[in-house]
């Protein structure tokens, strides 16, 4: 029989596995597997949402207007040269398909996000990955990795699945070792809990020049991963290709609406970064302390590292068997390793305790 054919490269790319929220026989789950913020999202966000309710029969605002006002005015940006988008997956998309394509390199580090590369391979781009520095970027792996095919680099600062940061001093190395047709996409998924003083999630460079973007997200410490909203704040020339491209209506009527009214809740978000960068240290020295070593993060999650495949994949069944789902990182190449997001009080209890067990079991 014959059947319509993809081209082939999209069967390269293996589909991205989300953070699972089940497990066989077990009622109570904790999930730690996909960096949501554990502090829920701010009472007003979940109102509003409530409240647009009555008016779901309209199409939402197509320019996200009023959202981007108000990301001007808590960040202090221009609101024109911001775009929305359903996550910033929708505009890590967009970005590959404008600027990527047959014939064209796309550049991230060896474990960056992965969806840089599904997104990149898509577009029909070659995406290399540049080899890391004690699981950090090495810039000058990527400086080196550049051809005159390369159009568009991608580094997330921090890290996700290694938690590690690049100082602001690199970001400008980066950027000026760049020839200036290649775009710089600095993805700041997880900048609200970054403590390190210094750290720039990507607006100065973005204004320093026509090339680099940077790519924010309501899904991480806002905690509204379940109505996807992301941004990016650009150069003029960039917003203006977004805004040929993207979904006409991408940001839904509720997920404007949460987001507007997170945004005015700081006191929130100040509780949700405080309960981070403290458990994420409890929790990080609790499994130094039982022998696992953690990588340092400086996001909501940490990179566990059991030394051997065969021990991380038994600690993640253990973790399994009480119910905690956490995630296994084989598909970024460190299949040693386990990703545990920060959860509520309890939840970090949970997981240190059941890893405290795991260990004993292993003496
Ligand atoms: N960038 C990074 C580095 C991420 O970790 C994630 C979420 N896993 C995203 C982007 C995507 O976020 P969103 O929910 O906004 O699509």
Not at 177 to 196: C, F, K, Q, S
Request: glycine share 10%.
């Amino acid at each position: 029989m014959t059947a319509p054919r993809p081209r082939p490269e999209i069967l390269t790319i293996d589909a991205y596995v989300a953070g699972q929220s089940k497990v066989q026989g077990v009622n109570r789950i904790i999930k730690l597997s996909s960096n949501e913020g554990a502090f829920g999202p701010a009472p007003a966000a979940q109102e509003a949402y409530r409240r647009v309710a009555a008016e779901i029969h309209r199409y939402p605002d197509g320019g996200s207007v009023a959202l981007r006002e108000a990301l001007g005015k808590r960040f202090g940006l221009d609101p024109e040269r911001i775009v929305c988008g359903t996550g910033s997956d929708e505009l890590i998309q967009h970005l590959c398909h404008i600027y990527g394509g047959p014939g064209t390199d796309i550049i991230m580090s060896m474990h960056g996000f992965s969806m840089y590369q599904i997104s990149g391979t898509y577009a029909g781009s070659r995406v290399l990955k540049a080899p890391e520095r004690n699981l950090t970027t090495d810039v000058d792996a990527i400086l080196a990795a550049v051809t005159p095919d390369t159009r568009i680099v991608f580094v997330a600062n921090p890290n996700n699945p290694t938690g590690s940061l690049l100082p602001q001093s690199e970001m400008e190395r980066l950027r000026a070792g760049l020839p200036p047709e290649v775009l710089l996409a600095i993805d700041a998924a997880y900048a609200e809990y970054v403590t390190e003083p210094g750290y720039d999630p990507g607006v100065k460079l973005v204004d320093a020049g026509e090339n680099t973007v940077m790519l924010r997200t309501f899904s991480k410490v806002y905690a509204l991963g379940g109505l996807r909203v992301g941004w990016c704040y650009a150069p003029a020339s960039v917003t203006d290709v977004l805004n040929r491209v993207r979904g006409v209506f991408n940001v839904n009527l509720g997920a404007q609406a949460a987001a507007i009214a997170a945004l005015e809740e700081q006191g929130w978000i100040d509780c949700a970064i405080a309960h981070n960068t403290e458990f994420r240290a409890k929790l990080s020295s609790f499994l130094e302390s039982v022998g696992i070593k953690v990588w340092p993060s400086h996001g909501n999650f940490i990179l566990a590292d059991f030394g051997t495949p065969a021990r991380a994949e038994a600690a993640d069944a253990f973790l399994r068997g009480r119910g905690i789902i956490v995630r296994g990182m084989a598909a970024y190449d460190l299949p040693h390793c386990l990703r545990i997001t920060i959860g509520n009080g309890e939840e970090c209890a949970l997981v240190a305790d059941a890893l405290g067990s795991f260990m004993a079991g292993q003496r």
